[in-house]
């Protein structure tokens, strides 16, 4: 047999092909989407700036404030009125000052036991306590319209009021967190997430896209090595990964090939030296010579298990969607025709996709390994969480522990607790494992609690 060299070329070019679309790379396509994005935000923005009004503040005038001052308390649920120390804080706005002159003189109360403090009108504001009075014929709507509100309060501020008893009174608005404007803004708001909703759904996908099919195709490649390889198609990023992906898939199944392939080709090389071997045995005492014979029999055995071990595992296999339960059913019935004792649970359907000679032959080993050293089997199928689970036990003697974590090795087989008259290559287990991860799967092997062994596959649905 010849070895394939590790030079040969390789089938999936590394790069982009000369002859694809080119397009735009991905780094880019995500720059624009998040420009685009950022460009659609300001927009929204600014339409809520030109289309919403501005907030109108609630306006109060200090006859207003002096009726509060005096019943206390207002009937609008908009000022607040409660008992408070003497202000500490100092007024110096002309605004405020001549608010407080107001609200005193129309509550016939001394300048200084009224004190009022707007911390948002600092500016140099001049009120109509300090301007020119207004010539008779010349008062216009504007003008007047500007005297009023030098004579209101609005925003955020205090009035401290002293009573003829010595107790302050402290009126101020009511903070209300939900204010119209403010519940038009997070309508707005509402609306605009609504509205970028469906383009950053569009743009995640586009983003997340490569990495799901990379995913799948890691996810494919795990459960069939010989799947299809990847397109080469989309910005250069995603077909240069593609392309490293294809190539990666094609360097594993060169390597298994190579390894299988060496093996086989030492395994064949072995026959000539045996005939040899048995040839010189003839002249041999008969003592020596019977005991040679045997071993080169059973040598020439495990060479010829383990070509066909190779072979199999070299197959080119076509999965196909095929009834686990319909599989395991005509391997039971067959043993049970051979006059094995063994019985199929009952359960439902299984559907998985797989090769079926591989799949059939992984139960023909597990029952065969079980009738052969426990005189029966019981198999059992089930499903759940994405895997086919098959379990096969048998009621017999078990295993040492130590030798559980060897049985799936090559030509390993357990003299102390199975029969070594019985007993075969050494390869059913290592068989069943390889064609469990071959699919995708696992196998593994344990004694049960009540006795005997259970062997356990799991496959992928």
Do not use: C
Not at 105 to 114: A, H, K, N, Q, T
Not at 244 to 253: G, H, S, T
Request: no cysteine; net charge positive.
């Amino acid at each position: 047999m010849t070895v394939r060299a590790a030079a040969d070329p390789l089938p999936y070019p590394a790069t982009t092909p000369a002859n694809a679309q080119k397009s735009w790379p991905l780094f880019l396509r995500i720059f624009t989407m998040m420009l685009a994005t950022v460009l659609l935000v300001q927009i929204l923005n600014f339409g809520a700036f030109l289309l919403m009004p501005p907030p109108s503040p609630t306006i109060f005038t200090t006859s207003r404030i002096a009726a509060v001052a005096r019943s206390g308390r207002d009937a609008s649920g908009l000022l607040t009125v409660r008992i408070a120390d003497a202000p500490t804080i100092a007024v110096s706005n002309p605004r405020d000052l001549a608010l407080a002159r107001a609200i005193a003189f129309d509550l016939r109360l001394p300048i200084g036991s009224v004190v009022v403090h707007s911390g948002q009108h600092k500016g140099p504001t001049i009120i109509g306590a300090f301007r020119p009075p207004i010539p008779a014929g010349m008062v216009s709507p504007r003008l007047r319209q500007r005297r009023a509100m030098d004579d209101a309060l609005f925003g955020d501020f205090t009035v401290s009021v002293r009573h003829p008893d010595g107790g302050w009174r402290r009126i101020e608005p009511v903070e209300r967190l939900l204010r119209p404007w403010r519940l038009r803004f997070i309508l707005w708001f509402v609306l605009a997430v609504l509205g970028i909703a469906p383009l950053a759904w569009w743009v995640s996908r586009r983003i997340a896209k490569p990495i799901a099919l990379f995913a799948g195709a890691a996810d494919r490649l795990g459960r069939d090595p010989r799947a299809a390889p990847l397109t080469l198609s989309g910005p250069p990023e995603i077909t240069e990964a593609a392309a490293a992906f294809n190539q990666m898939q094609e360097r594993l199944n060169r390597y298994v090939e190579d390894r299988t392939t060496l093996i086989a080709a030492v395994a064949h090389d072995l026959r000539t030296p045996l005939m040899r071997l048995s040839l010189r045995l003839e002249k041999a005492p008969d003592e020596i010579r019977l005991a040679g014979e045997e071993d080169i029999r059973e040598m020439s055995e495990r060479i010829g298990a383990a070509m066909a071990f190779v072979r199999e595992m070299t197959r080119h296999v076509r999965r196909q969607r095929l009834d686990l339960r319909s599989l395991a059913e005509s391997v039971t019935t067959d043993a049970a025709d051979a006059g094995g004792d063994v019985t199929l649970l009952p359960g439902p359907a299984i559907g998985i996709d797989g090769d079926a000679p591989s799949l059939k032959a992984l139960l023909t080993n597990l029952v065969s390994n079980a009738v052969n050293y426990a005189g029966n089997a019981q198999v059992s199928l089930s499903a759940g969480k994405g895997v086919a689970i098959i379990e096969v036990r048998d009621t017999g003697p078990g295993m040492a522990p130590a030798d559980l974590a060897r049985a799936f090795e090559p030509f390993f087989r357990a003299e102390r607790s199975r029969n070594r008259d019985t007993g075969g290559t050494g390869l059913g287990l290592a068989s069943v494992r390889a064609v469990a991860r071959a699919h995708g799967g696992d196998a593994t092997i344990e004694n049960h609690p009540d006795g005997g062994l259970l062997a356990r596959v799991t496959l992928p649905v």
